[in-house]
């Protein structure tokens, strides 16, 4: 049972442009969400977080949005950029649990066209 | 401050050997986490340990085991591999910091199993 989802596994944007990456959450004791950048052959970088007492953080041309109520996140980055182009994954956290466990999305491939 | 280490980064082994991963935290991170990303199931929780300490484990057969040290320093261990545990295993650390869930990941190792 994937507790965490993301469902679409590409994404093509132009250079310039918004990039908004979707995640989708069923487990309702989910308390802290991040994202991660990935490059081939490395490990998978952490880009930005968000605790579920908050609906938006940003951190530079990084916007991370929450609802709650839908049980869904999303990722903005504006602008897009070449060197934005890697996999992205969702992750979230139920701090309850006394441990540190990410549970990941499959992530999504995005590709920023020149 | 350097960041996470793992050695070795690529590994070859045979079907029955057994094998130890290494992975050196972020100095003055004191949780430690394993992760295995294989194409088909993406990035899945192993174990996580917490001052020498399993605080948590993951959905793995107990032929996956591993260790902390005094210094933070974690291995893991794999026995009986087997042509599925060919993957990427990810070692992440992070700061026992209420609130703030982030981990930071390494390059990975790299395991074949033939």
């Known amino acids: 049972d994937q507790q965490v989802k993301q469902n679409s596994p590409s994404l093509s944007v132009q250079e310039g442009r918004i990039s908004i990456l979707n995640c989708d959450y069923t487990?309702?004791?989910?308390?802290?969400f991040l994202w991660y950048k990935k490059y081939p052959a490395e490990g998978p970088t952490f880009l930005i977080s968000?605790?579920?007492?908050?609906d938006k953080n940003e951190d530079g041309r990084f916007t991370v949005f929450l609802n709650k109520s839908a049980k869904h996140l999303s990722l903005h980055i504006v602008p897009s950029q070449p060197g934005d182009s890697a996999v992205y994954f969702c992750?979230?956290?139920?701090?309850?649990?006394?441990?540190?466990?990410?549970?990941f999305g499959k992530g999504t491939k995005l590709s920023v066209i020149p | 401050k350097a960041g996470v280490t793992q050695t070795p980064r690529y590994l070859i082994k045979t079907r029955g050997q057994q094998v130890t991963l290494s992975c050196s935290p972020i100095?003055?991170?004191?949780?430690v986490s394993w992760y295995q990303q294989t194409p088909g199931q993406g990035l899945q929780f192993l174990f996580e340990?917490?001052?020498?300490?399993?605080?948590n484990k993951g959905n793995f057969p107990g032929r996956f085991s591993g260790r902390q040290f005094s210094n933070s320093r974690s291995e893991m261990n794999v026995s009986t591999l087997e042509l599925g545990d060919s993957a990427l295993y990810l070692c992440?650390?992070?700061?026992?910091?209420?609130?703030?869930?982030?981990?930071?990941f390494g390059p990975g190792t790299r395991l074949t199993v033939t």
């Open positions: 992750a979230a956290v139920y701090s309850g649990a006394g441990s540190y466990q990410l549970t």
């Open positions: 100095s003055g991170h004191r949780s």
């Open positions: 487990n309702s004791m989910f308390d802290y």
């Open positions: 968000i605790s579920s007492i908050k």
């Open positions: 992440a650390s992070s700061l026992e910091d209420r609130g703030a869930y982030e981990q930071y």
């Open positions: 340990y917490f001052s020498e300490t399993q605080r």
